[in-house]
């Protein structure tokens, strides 16, 4: 059974004329209201019209919500994490041993997933960093900061002042995969747009630039059914 309510956003709009439900892709189901509402007023909301959410959430996510992966692979990182779950526990707790690459989880799968969630960006945010970092170094490149959250759309993104964030998500692509997303952010250091002055620089730092463009587009199937259930 899936928690309710699901994860959602409240955003106060003064364009909107009515309250309005839909699932925005990146934050996820979203109430845009044109006024303020009450904690109790949002359950209402959400509580009307539960029958279209919960279908909606079905068709997002056909992983059951009881049921835990019995492996995560990180090709990544090139780890393959073995889990073990211990239903009977008050509690949620994860235990993981890296030397084995061995995930310990005890509760309940809905105490879990977020855990899970937290446990996954905190591995990204270990090993993507350092990675994008040791390539800015190689080509001279200097971003003011780097930072990794969880995302639906996009592998990576920079901003106007130099910041680089990268998408969790990143955990699921090989590694020549995750260095050109890199190589694609850092160029964006130098050509904020995608002119062709943009391709050609990412083209001298990485070979066939444009074919590994198009299979990141593709790429989101590779990631495993169960991740909406943790965001
Ligand atoms: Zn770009």
Same mark, same amino acid.
């Given at each position: 059974?899936?928690?309710? !309510? ?25 109430? @845009? ?6 904690? &109790?007023?949002? #359950?209402?909301?959400?509580?009307? #019209? ?18 835990? !992966? ?24 994860? &235990? ?30 270990? #090993? ?19 930072? @990794?959250?969880?995302?639906?759309? $996009?592998?990576?993104?920079?901003? &106007?002042?130099? $910041? ?16 050109? @997303? ?13 002119? !062709? ?7 001298? $730092? ?26």
């Amino acid at each position: 059974m899936r928690a309710w !309510p699901p994860p959602h956003t409240v955003r106060i709009s003064s364009r909107a004329k009515r309250l309005l439900l839909r699932f925005h892709p990146e934050k996820g189901l979203e109430i @845009v209201s044109p006024r303020r509402l009450s904690a &109790h007023q949002v #359950h209402e909301v959400l509580d009307a #019209h539960r029958a279209w959410i919960e279908q909606h959430l079905s068709k997002l996510c056909q992983w059951p919500a009881e049921r835990l !992966p019995e492996a995560i692979d990180l090709p990544a990182l090139g780890q393959c994490w073995s889990l073990a779950h211990v239903p009977d526990a008050p509690s949620g707790r994860l &235990h993981a041993d890296a030397q084995r690459q061995h995930l310990t989880l005890q509760g309940t799968p809905a105490l879990l997933w977020p855990l899970l969630g937290r446990w996954l960006l905190h591995q990204a945010k270990l #090993h993507l960093p350092p990675r994008l970092l040791e390539h800015a170094r190689q080509q001279g490149l200097n971003p003011s900061a780097v930072s @990794v959250r969880w995302a639906r759309s $996009r592998w990576g993104s920079c901003s &106007h002042q130099g $910041r680089i964030s990268l998408n969790a998500r990143l955990l699921w692509l090989s590694p020549q995969e995750v260095d050109y @997303v890199l190589l694609h952010e850092l160029t964006h250091l130098e050509h904020f747009d995608h002119s !062709p002055a943009f391709w050609q620089a990412l083209e001298e $730092r990485c070979l066939g630039a444009r074919q590994w463009d198009r299979r990141l587009r593709k790429a989101s199937a590779c990631l495993p059914g169960w991740l909406p259930l943790i965001q």
